[in-house]
């Protein structure tokens, strides 16, 4: 971003930024040679199996956010409205997102049982499955906005009155 906006390579920057899948690549193909070459198996590979989950959901999504911020910053971009979020849209919006987190647990948590297997054992992939814990924790707590969202949705702001 920086090199993108603030020093004006936008060619580079752009070139940088498609880059950034290429790194969840890196992190998985070190992990899984790590623990084929006989690695004793940590909480920090089951993080890159919890990560890599994550990113893969919301990696482009966060990275669009951030060239977004960083174009308003330095690239003098207009502010973009922000979406009213009422109604049936705020309870679909809600529900979206919260389906999103569970695609996103799905994956890590089929990563972190990947690994468990490549290990070999379930006694000596415990340090990867304590990741299961805040994850599921996550899961289970975002779940209330969108049921709190559903019960009450919010109401359309009232067109503003003209003083005469």
Known sequence: MTARYAAGWRALGGALLLCVPLIDVVLLGTTVLSIRDGAQPTVWHGLSAAYLGITVIYGRRTVRWADAKFA?????????????????????????????????????????????????????????LVWLNPLTKVLIYSMIWPIVTTIWPGKAPEPAKENR
Do not use: C, E, N
């Not at 979020?85 to 529900?95: K, S, T």
């Not at 996103?104 to 297997?117: H, P, T």
């Open 72 to 128: 308003r910053r330095f690239g003098g971009a207009a502010v973009p409205p922000r979406p009213g979020l009422y109604g049936r849209a705020a309870v679909a919006d809600a529900w979206q997102s919260w389906f999103r987190f569970l695609l996103a647990y799905a994956i890590s948590v089929g990563l972190i049982f990947a690994l468990v297997v490549l290990v070999g054992t379930l006694d000596k992939g415990a340090p990867l």
